[in-house]
Structures are given as structure tokens and as C-alpha cells.
């Protein structure tokens, strides 16, 4: 099923994000020419890169940063090649609830970190020795400005979106390139979401294949965590709502993992042998149903 530029624009927007964090890291001029000076080596065929705070000091900005961004790309669809992606209007209240409170989860870390700044620089005062050098921090009252979250909203592109005066040839072929343009656009979203269905279903059959039990100790070889089937269950639950087109395969194909896989218990998976063979065999002919629509 396909959807028209008009149609598209009222069911699904352009969204990007734009995090910001300090990279705590800095090229250390003085100690890489001095490596290249004693392996007699060009200066320009190594740099030594110094961390300026501990990394486990950094860990909870990292995850909260990487959260943010994990939950964006999981909830929207590829569009354009400069970081934008299309975010389907069924799933923005959803995305934008969310969104919002990994954002404050963010701050909260940025401000525990900030407010612990002065004493993790003492402490890299220690670790890096001769490597220290103050120049390279930012000042206490400044850390703050290194991280930000920024998300901006766009509409998709409408062949009548432009206000200048040409002839009806010039415009013809310019809305044509925008319908051409859009559709080309919407085809990859469409791709990024079979490329997941993929993804998730090639591993849960890999797994499943390779798990077993010892016949003799008991003990279970290749095990599998229950993030296995969780994840499918995630992707399956999450699909109408990125399905921009409302595309009949990609339900079809949803409804049949819905029904025949993600249904079933992963405990139950790894104690019933029979279960394991009918929901691979089943998750291997959606896999090739899948392979006939990409």
C-alpha cells in the first residue's frame, strides 16, 4: 500500500536530535610528538589522545546520553542522509513522552556530574601525573554549557511547498522531483523497518537453533537470555505505529511473529525441544516471506 506526498505529510513529520556532551578528551600535542621523536617516527603517523576524567566517572552521562538516543532511532524510521528521520504521527505523543523523560534522566546526570566536576579534575590530577595540564578543562561555572539536548521538528516536504513565481513547466518539474524524492524516502523508512524485522528474527533463530541441553549433565549449552524474545515482542508492539504507509505485508508479517513466536515463553523455549523446532521453522518462513518483499 502506498500513501501520497499530501497524504504523508498529514501522517508523519521529520525530527532530528542533537545531543551534546563533553568529549572529556584531548590530543596531547607534546606527547605525541615526543613518541614520534623517540621511534624516530613522522609526527603525523600517530597522536596520543589523553583522557581528562576517569571513564567510570563518566558512565552514567554516557548511558543516559546513549538511552536518548537508542529510544530515537528505535521509534523513528530513516528519511534523509543528514541525520533527519521521519517520526509516523500515531507515534508521537508515545515518542515524545518518553523522549522527554530520558531527556530529564539526562539532566539529572549532567547535574550530578557538574556539581562533582571540581573533585573528578583533582582526581585526573592524580591519574594523568605529568599529563595534567588545567588548560585543557573547562572552568567549573562553564562545564554545564558542554551538554544539551535539542530535538527539531520538520514537516515533510510538500510538492507545493515553495512561493516563487516560474513558469508551469519549471513548477511541474519541481513538484514532480518532491513526489519523486518522497517516495524514493519513504521506500527506505519502509526498508529500515524490514531490515529490523530481520535483524531481531535472524538472531532469534540463530539462537534458538544453537541452544540445547546435555543429555547426560543436564546443563543447557548455547543459552539464550529472555531479552531474545523481549526484543522481538518490542519490535512487533512498536511496528503499527511506524508502518507510515500502513502497508498490508508489514502487518501481515507482524501478526505472523505476533502469533507463531513472540507469543510463546522463553522458559517454555528451552525446556520444550518440540516448541523450539516449530517457532524456528515458523520464524524461518517469515524470515524468507520477508526476503520475497525486500
Known amino acids: 500500500m502506498t500513501t501520497t506526498p499530501m497524504a504523508l505529510g498529514?501522517?508523519?513529520?521529520l525530527v532530528s536530535l542533537s545531543i551534546s556532551i563533553w568529549s572529556a578528551r584531548k590530543h596531547d600535542v607534546?606527547?605525541?610528538?615526543?613518541?614520534?621523536?623517540?621511534?624516530?617516527?613522522d609526527r603525523s603517523m600517530g597522536r596520543y589522545a589523553k583522557h581528562l576524567i576517569p571513564r567510570g566517572l563518566f558512565t552514567a552521562v554516557n548511558a543516559a546520553n546513549n538511552a536518548l538516543r537508542d529510544h530515537h532511532n528505535l521509534n523513528t524510521l530513516a528519511w534523509g542522509d543528514d541525520g533527519t528521520r521521519i517520526l509516523p504521527a500515531a507515534n508521537y505523543l508515545a515518542y515524545q513522552a518518553r523522549q522527554q523523560s530520558l531527556e530529564d534522566a539526562f539532566g539529572r546526570a549532567v547535574r550530578d556530574f557538574v556539581a562533582?566536576?571540581?573533585?573528578?579534575?583533582?582526581?585526573?590530577?592524580?591519574?594523568?601525573?605529568?599529563?595534567f595540564d588545567a588548560r585543557d578543562y573547562p572552568a567549573p561555572g562553564r562545564i554545564v554549557e558542554k551538554f544539551g539536548v535539542r530535538r527539531h521538528f520538520m514537516p515533510v516536504a510538500q510538492p507545493d511547498d515553495f512561493r516563487v513565481r516560474l513558469g508551469d513547466a519549471h513548477v511541474a518539474?519541481?513538484?514532480?522531483?518532491?513526489?519523486?524524492?518522497n517516495a524514493e524516502l519513504v521506500e527506505n523508512a519502509n526498508r529500515d523497518l524490514w531490515q529490523r524485522l530481520q535483524e531481531v528474527t535472524g538472531r532469534l533463530v540463530e539462537r534458538l537453533s544453537a541452544f540445547d541441553v546435555d543429555p547426560v549433565a543436564g546443563t543447557r549449552l548455547h543459552p539464550f537470555r529472555d531479552s531474545l524474545i523481549e526484543n522481538v515482542r518490542s519490535l512487533l508492539e512498536i511496528m503499527p505505529r511506524l508502518n507510515i504507509t500502513g502497508d498490508a505485508r508489514i502487518e501481515r508479517v507482524r501478526q505472523d511473529l505476533a502469533d507463531k513466536v513472540?507469543?510463546?515463553?522463553?522458559?517454555?523455549?528451552?525446556?520444550?525441544?518440540?516448541?523450539?523446532?516449530?517457532?524456528?521453522?515458523?520464524?524461518?518462513?517469515?524470515?524468507?516471506?520477508?526476503?520475497?518483499?525486500?
Open 10 to 13: 498529514e501522517r508523519a513529520m
Open 30 to 41: 607534546r606527547i605525541s610528538d615526543q613518541v614520534a621523536a623517540d621511534h624516530g617516527a
Open 116 to 131: 562533582c566536576y571540581p573533585d573528578y579534575v583533582e582526581t585526573a590530577r592524580k591519574a594523568l601525573n605529568g599529563l
Open 173 to 181: 518539474q519541481i513538484r514532480a522531483e518532491i513526489e519523486a524524492r
Open 262 to 294: 513472540a507469543r510463546h515463553d522463553p522458559e517454555t523455549l528451552r525446556e520444550d525441544r518440540t516448541l523450539r523446532a516449530e517457532v524456528v521453522d515458523a520464524a524461518n518462513g517469515t524470515l524468507a516471506q520477508m526476503e520475497g518483499y525486500c
